[in-house]
């Protein structure tokens, strides 16, 4: 009687010595070995993405606690209150109070700082003048309140008026107060400087006079040779004047600026020399005081 026949022979039919290998080597494909290498890289990568997850939950866990606010800190007692303060009552005396000082018209004591000027210019204005100006300028203190004081009978207004643009360039950048002085006489150029310094800069000595007038020119055009010629040296001179009567006006703008004086009063009164007594200026509002 055959061997009776066993269920792995029916459930595979044929050769099992050759059938197994068979369903391995389809069960494994490309080989054992190969398989071995699939499943390493397998973990290899496993492995890496748990590291990655692990430090991505770190860095949270950190930008958490970063985030979380701090415990407040303790409160300091209280600091005791000062004692109040114990006020004083002066004693009750029957002496009158301080008499003011005397007011002998000259305000001298309202400005202390007028009595000895920073800069201290006399004479015609001209280049020797400003040669000094610069001087003493240079001199002068480099912090605080500085005065400038003059005295002449006039001269050349460019210098005056290049002395009076070294003020307000001063002025300007450094944010200094300069005050003008103005002692016996402030004539014609004079008064262009004067005009450098605001209203409220300005001082004069008792008995000071200011005197404006008009440019003056001094000149003789000969005329020779082509006419076309002349016609252009006739217009030169013209153009001149007219520049030099605008250089006056904004002249007479800024002596009169924050003051009651007009300028139809002053151009009026300009040509024919305007002398301006101190309390004159100073009701004016040409000059703050009188010293």
């Avoid at 001199?139 to 400038?148: I, N, S």
């Avoid at 800024?254 to 101190?278: C, H, K, L, M």
């Amino acid at each position: 009687m055959a061997e009776q026949e066993t269920l792995l022979e029916r459930l595979i039919p044929g050769d099992l010595e050759h059938q197994i290998p068979a369903a391995i080597q389809r069960a494994l494909p490309g080989g054992f070995r190969n398989r071995l290498l699939q499943v390493g890289l397998g973990l290899l990568i496993t492995l890496g993405f748990a590291f990655l997850v692990r430090r991505w939950i770190e860095q949270r866990e950190a930008q958490r606690r970063a985030l979380a606010p701090r415990p407040a800190a303790p409160a300091l007692p209280a600091a005791p209150e000062p004692d109040a303060p114990v006020a004083v009552t002066a004693p009750v005396t029957d002496a009158p109070p301080p008499e003011p000082l005397p007011d002998d018209g000259s305000q001298a004591t309202r400005y202390p700082l007028l009595a000895r000027p920073h800069v201290a210019l006399s004479g015609p204005v001209d280049q020797a003048m400003y040669a000094s100006f610069r001087e003493q300028l240079s001199a002068a203190p480099r912090e605080g309140t500085l005065v400038v004081s003059l005295s002449t009978l006039g001269g050349d207004p460019e210098v005056a008026r290049l002395m009076g643009d070294e003020i307000r360039l001063l002025r300007d950048y450094s944010g200094r107060e300069v005050l003008f002085l103005g002692k016996v006489a402030v004539y014609s150029a004079g008064a262009t400087f004067m005009a450098a310094f605001p209203a409220d800069k300005r001082f004069l000595t008792r008995g000071t006079r200011l005197m404006i007038h008009e440019r003056q020119i001094q000149s003789t055009l000969a005329l020779s040779g082509p006419l076309r010629t002349q016609v252009a040296s006739l217009k030169a001179k013209l153009h001149e004047i007219e520049e030099s009567v605008r250089i006056e006006e904004e002249g007479f703008r800024d002596i009169i600026a924050g003051s009651t004086v007009s300028f139809e009063q002053v151009s009026e009164r300009a040509p024919a020399n305007w002398y301006i007594e101190a309390e004159e200026a100073r009701s004016l509002g040409l000059v703050l005081d009188i010293i």
